[in-house]
């Protein structure tokens, strides 16, 4: 690595390793808390006892059902989802090039939208649906992967697929049109609505572990190659003359930040802004360099979105949609990182 992509990647008057540590205690903290507050309340007391219990199987019944059936598996997939659409947002980001990057770039959530509209349309179960959505959402990324193959013999290989992915997303949004046109009024379509709006009132245990195997092998492959994504950010040119294989790395990057946005949609429905904002913030935290950057992003992603979570859930009598909150909290964030940001990106 020569000086000056050295120079670009150091962070300025950080301390991207107090950040990193912080933020491993923040979560863990926040989860925790979160454990506490609901319509239910639980005190620290209970909790405990509830900890101490599932080795003596002696806990409060209904304690027992609120912590274990109820919020313990919302946490965790609150978690799994900021980390997972962070993570792929800033992956993304990277090997394109381009910090207006999202995770739903190629399709893969207008993909898993349909899909799951499909399977209420259906009438399946909450389970399937979330299966049917992930394939879904694998299937847009395919397509739009098979359009840029196709169109991309003339001009930017990366710009070719960033367009098939827009076309791609219009295809299957369009898609999710009918699906709603035709739905039932009284039943089929508020459940639509309500999942593309977003959120986690009815996670499960089940559907949750279903996508833990897939999701963990994904990020620490990401984590395993952040340095590469590194030499992406530079350019193809320079990423060359370093001896990297920039087809190999981005595409193997493209998978991994896919499943990674395919898995978090089919758990929660759409929810917006988390891949967009959290990179940037995350940022200026540490700085441009990967080794650092994607962890932190991932770690912040989490805390986000359980944030985010807890008041969807505690604000109001009424819960409020995740993707609904998510764009109200990160518009106005995006906007005010744009006006103090600097001109240069990296």
């Not at 847009?140 to 997303?169: C, P, Y």
């Not at 593309?196 to 499960?204: A, K, R």
């Amino acid at each position: 690595m020569d000086k000056t992509m050295h120079m670009r990647l150091q962070p300025k008057k950080r301390n991207p390793r107090l950040v990193f540590w912080l933020l491993l205690l923040a979560l863990p903290t926040l989860m925790l808390l979160s454990m506490l507050m609901g319509r239910y309340p639980v005190s620290l007391q209970e909790l405990f006892h509830w900890v101490t219990s599932l080795f003596s199987k002696t806990a409060d019944s209904t304690v027992s059902h609120v912590l274990s059936g109820i919020r313990l598996p919302r946490i965790a997939a609150a978690v799994v989802v900021g980390v997972g659409l962070a993570s792929a947002g800033s992956a993304y980001q990277g090997v394109f090039r381009n910090p207006m990057v999202s995770p739903d770039i190629l399709g893969a959530s207008a993909g898993a939208g349909f899909g799951a509209s499909l399977g209420i349309l259906l009438g399946l179960s909450p389970f399937w649906v979330q299966q049917l959505s992930f394939v879904f959402g694998l299937i847009a990324v395919i397509v739009t992967s098979a359009l840029s193959a196709m169109a991309s013999a003339r001009g930017s290989k990366t710009l070719v697929l960033i367009l098939s992915g827009m076309v791609v997303a219009a295809m299957f949004s369009s898609m999710i049109a009918i699906a709603k046109y035709t739905a039932d009024p009284y039943s089929q379509l508020p459940e639509i609505t309500f999942w593309l709006m977003g959120g986690l009132s009815g996670m499960t245990g089940t559907r949750l572990v279903s996508t833990l195997l897939p999701f963990g092998i994904s990020l620490a492959a990401l984590l395993l190659i952040r340095w590469r994504i590194n030499v992406l950010s530079l350019g193809e040119e320079e990423a060359l003359a370093l001896g990297v294989n920039v087809r190999l790395i981005r595409g193997f990057v493209v998978i991994c930040a896919t499943m990674l946005t395919s898995l978090a949609i089919s758990l929660c429905g759409q929810v917006g802004w988390v891949g967009l904002v959290v990179p940037h913030i995350a940022r200026m935290m540490v700085g441009a360099n990967y080794k650092r950057l994607l962890p932190v992003t991932a770690l912040l992603g989490g805390v986000f979105l359980l944030l985010v979570d807890n008041i969807s859930r505690n604000l109001l009598a009424v819960e409020i949609p995740l993707g609904i909150l998510t764009a109200l909290i990160g518009a106005p964030l995006f906007v005010f990182l744009l006006l103090r940001g600097k001109r240069g990106w990296l």
